[in-house]
């Protein structure tokens, strides 16, 4: 009877999922195999959709593979993600320690958290085009409240200057992300189990040594998954340096995804370029994921075994 | 006794001094760009120019609105409609699918239930913006660019809320409540409608605001679908304050930056327990 049941209704999960199946096949499986094979075609100029197979299959990405830009683009992706992910992961980790703590109990933390996420919530185009008014020449109210605090003495154009440039981009993303990346680690650490931390408190452990020792150990896979979405956002980053300086000065903030845009939308409408230039991405990120997860998992693998016993010991000794 | 230990765990004063001192910091950084457009959305042109950094209001927020919109390019309305229908349409299509994909996948025993699982699981990180260019291609030749449906409709498939509305439902739906509304002869789409949605509520809401959030924001898919001044969304309508008609007028620039962010401001503050909760509940289910 109860078989026959289970049997009787299976055919209702198929129903129920069928409409994400028909999406996911006709909205993201086919725009991907599609963009897989204009990267093989000749497809390009402006509302053009037929197409030739190349005679050289694989010369679209070998053109985007050589293309100077490319590799400028590429170039500063990874530098803007870098300079902007370094910070963004420290400071999230204070605040995280700080916010967690049993020793600090800061006040007014709930406010805190809103501010510092705010930012994260607000239109990426909305705050590139704010940044770029914020740090415009010769009067600007970045400019302005350097003179005034006397941390310099006329005022600096941050928009021609190509270091300043891919920095202010960087600050950007860091701005818009460290409230995200706090919040997500302050999880993290609320959902450890509280009693290894009373057992540190009982060690005798200082508040450095609980956090290196037992929270950052611990918050792993957080870290992992913070991450590997980091990664993910920072290689797509579009809304920032396009809107910021489209990709200037001197293509010193062209990112990756500006460029394929500027390839497939603009100028001769290159979609074939831009469609190899996409699938260079997808491998790319593949790529960096699952290197990012892989490493993660040996070094874990390593030290699993070491931080259990240590924690069985931990506990035995707390029993006691 | 205990006390005394207690006192000596505490953190000391000067570092507390210290984080009051960074947090404050950090909260001022966060505010300032806000603070600094909102004020200037109220100063003329001249007054930006004079002195850009400023936290008195003035009066030019309506002469700055006339400038703003006296160009007939920048129409804040009309872009405030079209992003309500575009992130409207993909909240309810992504929610509501999303949810009965996950009940699909959690209520029924079916035989590919696992693999499409996997599946779900896999295809959950493949970035959308990757494939955009097939994406505007496939979308050209059915001739649905400068048409809200290939804005929408792709949220039916949300691969990331099947997953968070699939742990959701796991431990907190009670099937036996499905099981005698079966008993009940209701059919088991209406069970889901009327019984089990009520039931997960909580978490649509949750999963609601951001992806309301993200579609509002979206930039790049629309940019390239909607070529119509007509039908372009608020991140769009941004783009354009960065044209030369408004090089010269800051003060009516800081008010269209304000405008397009206005909604949000109110969203956020109305809601931000629940959106900092959902965060949080993210991560720790991701």
């Known amino acids: 009877m109860e078989k026959r049941k289970t049997f009787s209704y299976a055919k209702y999960g198929y129903l129920f999922?069928?409409?994400?199946?028909?999406?996911?096949?006709?909205?993201?499986?086919?725009?991907?195999?599609?963009?897989?094979?204009?990267?093989?075609?000749?497809?390009?100029?402006?509302?053009?959709?037929?197409?030739?197979?190349?005679?050289?299959?694989?010369?679209?990405?070998?053109?985007?593979?050589?293309?100077?830009?490319?590799?400028?683009?590429?170039?500063?992706?990874?530098?803007?993600?870098?300079?902007?992910?370094?910070?963004?992961?420290?400071?999230?980790?204070?605040?995280?320690?700080?916010f967690t703590s049993p020793r600090c109990k800061l006040r007014g933390q709930g406010f805190f958290k809103v501010v510092f996420y705010m930012p994260n919530i607000m239109t990426a185009a909305t705050i590139a085009v704010l940044f770029q008014a914020l740090f415009s020449y010769p009067t600007s109210p970045a400019n302005d409240l350097l003179m005034k605090l006397g941390l310099i003495q006329a005022p600096f154009n941050f928009q021609v200057d190509k270091l300043s440039a891919k920095l202010v981009v960087a600050f950007i993303q860091f701005w818009m992300w460290y409230g995200y990346t706090m919040i997500i680690l302050i999880s993290g650490v609320l959902g450890i189990n509280p009693e290894i931390f009373e057992a540190a408190e009982i060690d005798g452990c200082s508040g450095a040594q609980t956090f290196?020792?037992?929270?950052?150990?611990?918050?792993?896979?957080?870290?992992?998954?913070?991450?590997?979405?980091?990664?993910?956002?920072?290689?797509?980053?579009?809304?920032?340096?396009?809107?910021?300086?489209?990709?200037?000065?001197?293509?010193?903030?062209?990112?990756?995804?500006?460029?394929?845009?500027?390839?497939?939308?603009?100028?001769?409408?290159?979609?074939?370029?831009?469609?190899?230039?996409?699938?260079?991405?997808?491998?790319?990120?593949?790529?960096?994921?699952?290197?990012?997860?892989?490493?993660?998992?040996?070094?874990?693998?390593?030290?699993?075994?070491?931080?259990?016993?240590?924690?069985?010991?931990?506990?035995?000794?707390?029993?006691? | 006794m205990s006390d005394s230990i207690r006192r000596v765990k505490r953190v000391s004063r000067p570092f507390i001094v210290l984080m009051y001192v960074v947090c404050i910091f950090f909260a001022i950084l966060s505010l300032l760009p806000f603070v600094i457009m909102v004020i200037n959305s109220t100063r003329s042109t001249y007054q930006v120019q004079q002195h850009a950094l400023s936290f008195l209001p003035s009066k030019?927020?309506?002469?700055?609105?006339?400038?703003?919109?006296?160009?007939?390019?920048?129409?804040?309305?009309?872009?405030?409609?079209?992003?309500?229908?575009?992130?409207?349409?993909?909240?309810?299509?992504?929610?509501?699918?999303?949810?009965?994909?996950?009940?699909?996948?959690?209520?029924?025993?079916?035989?590919?239930?696992?693999?499409?699982?996997?599946?779900?699981?896999a295809v959950m990180m493949i970035p959308t913006q990757v494939t955009s260019i097939g994406f505007y291609q496939m979308m050209y030749r059915v001739h649905m660019t400068n048409n809200f449906l290939p804005l929408i409709l792709p949220a039916i498939a949300s691969p990331s809320m099947v997953f968070f509305m699939r742990q959701y439902m796991i431990p907190s739906l009670p099937l036996e409540i499905v099981e005698s509304a079966r008993v009940d002869g209701c059919h088991e789409f209406r069970t889901f409608n009327q019984i089990v949605i009520p039931m997960v509520k909580p978490a649509m809401?949750?999963?609601?605001?951001?992806?309301?959030?993200?579609?509002?924001?979206?930039?790049?898919?629309?940019q390239i679908l909607l070529t119509k001044k007509k039908l372009y969304t608020m991140p769009i309508m941004v783009s354009l304050l960065k044209g030369d008609i408004y090089k010269t007028e800051y003060g009516a620039v800081y008010l269209g930056l304000a405008l397009t962010v206005l909604p949000l401001f109110i969203v956020y503050f109305l809601l931000s327990k629940y959106i900092i909760a959902g965060v949080a509940l993210g991560g720790v289910k991701g």
């Open chain 1, 17 to 98: 999922s069928l409409p994400f199946i028909l999406a996911y096949v006709i909205f993201h499986l086919y725009p991907t195999l599609y963009t897989m094979i204009i990267g093989f075609t000749d497809l390009k100029g402006l509302g053009k959709t037929s197409f030739k197979f190349l005679s050289d299959p694989f010369l679209n990405f070998k053109a985007i593979l050589t293309s100077e830009l490319f590799r400028t683009a590429l170039k500063n992706t990874v530098t803007i993600w870098i300079i902007n992910f370094i910070p963004q992961i420290i400071f999230a980790l204070l605040f995280t320690a700080w």
């Open chain 1, 212 to 320: 290196f020792k037992i929270t950052l150990p611990c918050l792993r896979t957080i870290i992992l998954y913070v991450l590997i979405t980091a990664l993910i956002g920072g290689l797509t980053m579009y809304d920032i340096p396009r809107l910021y300086l489209n990709g200037g000065p001197d293509n010193a903030t062209l990112t990756t995804n500006v460029f394929i845009y500027n390839q497939a939308f603009s100028g001769s409408y290159l979609y074939n370029r831009a469609a190899a230039a996409s699938m260079i991405m997808f491998i790319l990120i593949g790529i960096s994921s699952v290197f990012v997860f892989r490493m993660y998992r040996e070094k874990d693998l390593k030290k699993t075994d070491r931080r259990r016993r240590h924690l069985a010991a931990k506990k035995e000794a707390v029993n006691e």
């Open chain 2, 60 to 121: 030019y927020l309506l002469s700055n609105l006339k400038i703003l919109t006296s160009k007939d390019t920048f129409h804040p309305i009309r872009g405030f409609v079209n992003s309500l229908i575009i992130s409207s349409g993909t909240t309810i299509c992504a929610v509501y699918f999303s949810t009965l994909t996950a009940y699909a996948l959690v209520a029924y025993q079916w035989k590919l239930r696992n693999a499409f699982f996997s599946l779900v699981l």
């Open chain 2, 205 to 222: 809401a949750t999963q609601g605001i951001f992806c309301f959030v993200a579609s509002w924001n979206q930039l790049f898919l629309p």
